[in-house]
Each structure stands twice: as structure tokens, then as C-alpha cells.
């Protein structure tokens, strides 16, 4: 069974870059995965970051890019503030109509 | 802006039975694909479940499979999620989401805030 990998925690400096990866246990990203990001803070519904490899959703911020790096999905903060602090996912899809999500990565920005 | 509103969730025993409702505020719910993803407490987010615009194809996470049943009314803008044989393990906000596609890219584009299912005796 393919399982979705992401970082449990990371953690950026207030200002700083930080990149959160996506990846597959068996294969690699690539476009046909159709990769996408999830913000979700603590009791609140997730919102969609990032879709199309490298398209933000309105109202996102350009901190926020992704991309494909190496053989995973990448989400790069550059310049991170406070308010990022958030649980991030990714979604992929895997084949014969089966999406998963990574388990999630918790991003501190201390 | 379309909006999804879930509804539905409530306390079961195990092996009991629930319906999940989700009302779409929008023009074009014929349109889309729709689904369902769920998060157990503490848990991260699973997807569960997804249905083709005309509802004939449908889509399930191996966890559900043959307990859980996906389906829609595109006359009442409506999605649901039939919720059956179930287990203390299927305890969580089930959200209600809408598939958007931009440059041949899928994603779930629209959230429902969620409602919550609670398994227990």
C-alpha cells in the first residue's frame, strides 16, 4: 500500500525559509500525482494552499510557493511569520481514482 | 461564493448506521466532482470518498469499502455519505469538498466546515 510521507514537525526562525516535503513509498511525485497543499490551524476546516503544482489560492500569500523537487512535492515559506504556524498536508493522487494525504507536517515558527 | 454545510454527524453505537448530509450553496454542484474527507481526533486528514458529477463513478478509501456509500441529488444541490457497520475507529469530522480542476490539475478546492461523528457505546 503506497503511504504518503511528509516531515511530522519542522521548525523556522520568524523571517526564515523552511521546505516541507511530500513523497511517495514507493515511486516518485511527478505531475501526474496532480500534488496539492493544505494549511489547517487548530479547530478550523483545512484550507487549500497550493494546487496545480504551483498555483496559490486566492488570498494566499507569495511567501508560499511549491514545487516538484527531486522526486517529491516541495512547500517553501520564504520570509515565514507568526500567523504560518499550522499544520500543512499534501494531497496525491495515486491511481485508479485513490487519493491520500501525507500525515501532515506541524510547522513552529519560534 | 459557494459554500458547503454538512450535516448529520451525531453520536452511534458501533455497528450502527448514519447519513452524512452536505448542502452546496452554488450554481454549479452538477458541475463538479465531490468527496468526502475525514480527520479522527488528534488524527491527520484521510480522504474517504469521491463521486463523478453524474454520481456514476465512485471512489473509497480501502478502510470503507463496502461500509460506506457515496452518493448525490443534483436537483436538491446535495451530497451524501451513508455511513454503515460502524466502528469506534470511524470517529471524526467528516468534511464535505469540492473537486476543482485548473490546467488539467485536480484539487479539492472548496471546504465544508465539517460535522462530527462520534462511534461509541
Known amino acids: 500500500q503506497t503511504v504518503v510521507t511528509q516531515e511530522p514537525s519542522l521548525t523556522v526562525s520568524p523571517g526564515g525559509t523552511v521546505t516541507l516535503t511530500c513523497g511517495l513509498t514507493s515511486g516518485s511525485v511527478s505531475t501526474a500525482n496532480h500534488p496539492s497543499w493544505y494549511q489547517q490551524t487548530p479547530g478550523q476546516a483545512p484550507r487549500t494552499l497550493i494546487y496545480s503544482i504551483n498555483t496559490r489560492s486566492s488570498g494566499v500569500p507569495d511567501r508560499f510557493s511549491a514545487s516538484i523537487l527531486g522526486n517529491k512535492a516541495a512547500l517553501t515559506i520564504t520570509g515565514a511569520q507568526a500567523d504560518d504556524e499550522s499544520d500543512y498536508y499534501c494531497l496525491l493522487y495515486i491511481e485508479s481514482g485513490i487519493w491520500v494525504f501525507g500525515g501532515g507536517t506541524k510547522l513552529a515558527v519560534l | ?121
Open chain 2, 1 to 121: 461564493e459557494v459554500q458547503l454545510v454538512e450535516s448529520g454527524g451525531n453520536l452511534v453505537q458501533p455497528g450502527g448506521s448514519q447519513r452524512l448530509s452536505c448542502a452546496d450553496s452554488g450554481f454549479s454542484f452538477r458541475n463538479y466532482w465531490m468527496g468526502w474527507v475525514r480527520q479522527a481526533p488528534g488524527k491527520g486528514l484521510e480522504w474517504v470518498a469521491n463521486i463523478r458529477q453524474d454520481g456514476g463513478e465512485t471512489y473509497y478509501v480501502d478502510s470503507v469499502k463496502g461500509r460506506f456509500t457515496i452518493s448525490r441529488d443534483n436537483a436538491k444541490n446535495s451530497l451524501y455519505l451513508q455511513l454503515s457497520s460502524l466502528r469506534v475507529e470511524d470517529t471524526a469530522v467528516y468534511h464535505c469538498v469540492q473537486w476543482l480542476l485548473q490546467n488539467n490539475y485536480y484539487y479539492m478546492g472548496v471546504w465544508g466546515k465539517g460535522t462530527t461523528v462520534i462511534v461509541s457505546s
